[in-house]
Nanobody, 115 residues
């Protein structure tokens, strides 16, 4: 199994930045990819960004392209989501998801962007 712990959320003004972290533990050698998802109040969970565990291929939702950057530190088994130019519409709980011979989720971290 794989365990995921998110951190770095908080309250920020529009135009500001935050960096989220997703620390993986357990059978990390089975990880194929890690995604960030988010879920705003009364909305469905949506894909934000992806990074492959082997190599560094990335992909992004259109809504965050050019503003968010996903990266990883394999030695620390941690994936980051650098979020710049934040908008109130980015307010949500952000979740880390890993595909590792199974589907694993973290507990989420709240991001609130004030206007």
């Amino acid at each position: 199994q794989v365990q995921l712990v998110e951190s770095g959320g908080g309250l920020v003004q529009a135009g500001g930045s935050l960096r989220l972290s997703c620390a993986a533990s357990g059978r990390t050698f089975t990880i194929h990819k890690i995604d960030w998802y988010r879920q705003a109040a009364e909305k469905e969970r949506e894909f934000v960004a992806r990074i492959m565990w082997s190599g560094s291929a990335t992909s992004y939702a259109d809504s965050v392209k050019g503003r968010f950057t996903i990266s990883k530190d394999n030695a620390k088994k941690t994936v980051y989501l650098q979020m710049n130019s934040l908008k109130p519409d980015d307010t949500a709980i952000y979740y880390c998801n890993a595909w590792a011979l199974g589907d694993y989720w973290g507990q989420g971290t709240q991001v609130t962007v004030s206007s």
